[in-house]
């Protein structure tokens, strides 16, 4: 039996692209975990993603999106016909505006849309104009592609799916807040108290409180318990060390709770995480 015809049409830091023809050989992609996100545009059958135990289910002509940073499986249906684009938000965004915003809208895109399924003519254009591209490499393709891709980034920033952070960058309440987001960024393995960033920009800790949830769309101390995982999830990638290391260098006091925070991020534990991020796409 054929197995599952994969192309590396492209490699690059910025996009990746695979065609899949799926058979009963080899129809599955095991949890795995990658930091770019994917776009699988089904031209026929259909395609399952299942993230935190929940399935999401695409059909012929639809796209399912997963986040950058989002464990995840992908089953395609016997005979299916489905092409996986993989790309990096950072390289096609303003990384001076977005380094101090990088965990708060990295927060609101992963936490609050993991995977999505679009039914839309235009991003499934899009995602096909970047495979005819690498495909038939006719002249000035690289600007074809880049073309494609900054619809497929403005589909997202206009749905929601996505938060552009050039553009919530001039917002008056953000401006106010950005020394506390930056301190938290720089700060995370201290014992960060709330008065102490209410007080960096002149709020009471209520008035912090509120403006910094309807700003950010999470609580101070979920925004700093996420930047700590973010963090975490690097060094399970990059270093050998134990759990209990991890969990104190990220500023834990106590492994046990890491492990749960870690779980309710990621539905997982820290070590199950760290057995499957070497299988990355």
């Given at each position: 039996?054929?197995?599952?015809?994969?192309?590396?049409?492209?490699?690059?830091?910025?996009?990746?692209?695979?065609?899949?023809?799926?058979?009963?050989?080899?129809?599955?992609?095991?949890?795995?975990?990658?930091?770019?996100?994917?776009?699988?545009?089904?031209?026929?059958?259909?395609?399952?993603?299942?993230?935190?135990?929940?399935?999401?289910?695409?059909?012929?002509?639809?796209?399912?999106?997963?986040?950058?940073?989002?464990?995840?499986?992908?089953?395609?249906?016997?005979?299916?016909?489905?092409?996986?684009?993989?790309?990096?938000?950072?390289?096609?965004?303003?990384?001076?505006?977005?380094?101090?915003?990088?965990?708060?809208?990295?927060?609101?895109?992963?936490?609050?849309?993991?995977?999505?399924?679009?039914?839309?003519?235009?991003?499934?254009?899009?995602?096909?104009?970047?495979?005819?591209?690498?495909?038939?490499?006719?002249?000035?393709?690289?600007?074809?592609?880049?073309?494609?891709?900054?619809?497929?980034?403005?589909?997202?920033?206009?749905?929601?799916?996505?938060?552009?952070?050039?553009?919530?960058?001039?917002?008056?309440?953000?401006?106010?807040?950005?020394?506390?987001?930056?301190?938290?960024?720089?700060?995370y393995v201290e014992?960060?108290?709330?008065?102490?960033?209410?007080?960096?920009?002149?709020?009471?800790?209520?008035?912090?409180?509120?403006?910094?949830?309807?700003?950010?769309?999470?609580?101070?101390?979920?925004?700093?318990?996420f930047v700590k995982i973010?963090?975490?999830?690097?060094?399970?990638?990059?270093?050998?060390?134990?759990?209990?290391?991890?969990?104190?260098?990220?500023?834990?006091?106590?492994?046990?709770?890491?492990?749960?925070?870690?779980?309710?991020?990621?539905?997982?534990?820290?070590?199950?995480?760290?057995?499957?991020?070497?299988?990355?796409?």
């Open positions: 039996m054929k197995k599952a015809k994969e192309l590396n049409l492209i490699n690059r830091p910025t996009v990746r692209t695979f065609l899949y023809v799926a058979d009963t050989d080899s129809p599955k992609t095991a949890l795995h975990y990658h930091s770019e996100m994917e776009f699988i545009a089904v031209y026929e059958g259909s395609v399952s993603c299942t993230v935190r135990g929940e399935k999401y289910v695409a059909n012929e002509g639809e796209v399912l999106f997963v986040n950058s940073g989002v464990p995840h499986s992908v089953d395609r249906q016997n005979g299916s016909r489905v092409l996986h684009v993989q790309l990096s938000e950072l390289d096609y965004t303003d990384a001076e505006k977005l380094s101090d915003l990088y965990y708060a809208t990295l927060y609101k895109s992963q936490v609050i849309a993991p995977v999505k399924i679009f039914n839309s003519e235009k991003l499934f254009s899009a995602i096909d104009e970047i495979y005819r591209e690498t495909e038939e490499k006719l002249p000035a393709s690289s600007a074809f592609i880049r073309s494609g891709i900054l619809r497929i980034l403005a589909h997202l920033y206009r749905d929601g799916t996505l938060y552009n952070a050039e553009e919530i960058f001039n917002t008056r309440e953000l401006q106010k807040l950005i020394p506390a987001i930056r301190y938290i960024n720089e700060n014992n960060i108290a709330l008065e102490t960033v209410s007080e960096l920009i002149g709020f009471d800790q209520s008035y912090f409180c509120r403006v910094f949830k309807s700003t950010v769309g999470t609580t101070f101390t979920e925004y700093l318990n973010l963090k975490a999830e690097e060094k399970l990638l990059d270093t050998r060390d134990a759990i209990f290391d991890i969990s104190r260098s990220v500023g834990f006091a106590s492994v046990s709770y890491f492990n749960r925070i870690f779980k309710r991020f990621r539905n997982c534990s820290p070590r199950f995480y760290r057995s499957v991020v070497s299988l990355r796409a």
